[in-house]
T-cell receptor, first 114, second 114 residues
Framework: TAGITQAPTSQILAAGRSMTLRCTQD?????MYWYRQDLGLGLRLIHY???????GKGEVPDGYSVSRANTDDFPLTLASAVPSQTSVYFC?????????????FGAGSRLTVL | KQEVTQIPAALSVPEGENLVLNCSFT??????LQWFRQDPGKGLTSLLL?????REQTSGRLNASLDKSSGRSTLYIAASQPGDSATYLC?????????????FGKGTHLIIQP
């Protein structure tokens, strides 16, 4: 089934360690996004990429970095994790950046930073 | 800054009832509005997308309306079923039209009692 694959599904990480959350889509969507979802705060955009080779900052980019070397992959890296980065992370994609295009979401990666 | 509010935060109704979920937003200069469904431990699934020039969209038992001037949208669910139990989120795209400009509400947690 076409869609978005996120890995790992769940991870416990010691503070100060680095971590990369992986996201791969097979729909040939141009635009990809990383969100975090926290109780009481809802979904917030971390970084996005409108097309391969370009990235942009969302609402809460600090402490995170992304790369978009090709159309299919959009990894999210935490260089030095802190407890406030404990969250559920969702990768999403759309055909292009236009808001008229429906977003497709992955199943999420639950990260706990101790 | 756009703010999106969903009321109520939680709702429990008997099976078979018709119900309305509400979404309000502070800046009426939007490009579109989307309704999503999220099942526990899963990602978001798009239900309906309404362009700013439209008044409503329908899909099966779901009907979403948009009143841009008053900053409101409703999601009407007819003949509710236990399988409709989920969290429903609305998201508003800013006037720039990019999916990177989406602002999400915090959702309404819906329980349909068998």
């Amino acid at each position: 089934t076409a869609g978005i694959t996120q890995a790992p599904t769940s991870q416990i990480l010691a503070a100060g360690r680095s971590m990369t959350l992986r996201c791969t889509q097979d729909m040939r969507h141009n635009a990809m996004y990383w969100y975090r979802q926290d109780l009481g705060l809802g979904l917030r955009l971390i970084h996005y990429s409108n097309t391969a080779g370009t990235t942009g900052k969302g609402e809460v980019p600090d402490g995170y970095s992304v790369s978009r070397a090709n159309t299919d992959d959009f990894p999210l890296t935490l260089a030095s994790a802190v407890p406030s980065q404990t969250s559920v992370y969702f990768c999403a994609s759309s055909y292009d950046r236009a808001g008229a295009n429906v977003l497709t979401f992955g199943a999420g990666s639950r990260l706990t930073v101790l | 800054k756009q703010e999106v509010t969903q009321i109520p935060a939680a709702l429990s109704v008997p099976e078979g009832e018709n119900l309305v979920l509400n979404c309000s937003f502070t800046d009426s200069a939007i490009y579109n509005l989307q309704w999503f469904r999220q099942d526990p431990g899963k990602g978001l699934t798009s239900l309906l997308l309404i362009q700013s020039s439209q008044r409503e969209q329908t899909s099966g038992r779901l009907n979403a309306s948009l009143d841009k001037s008053s900053g409101r949208s409703t999601l009407y669910i007819a003949a509710s079923q236990p399988g409709d139990s989920a969290t429903y989120l609305c998201a508003v795209s800013d006037s720039g039209g990019g999916a990177d400009g989406l602002t999400f509400g915090k959702g309404t947690h819906l329980i349909i009692q068998p």
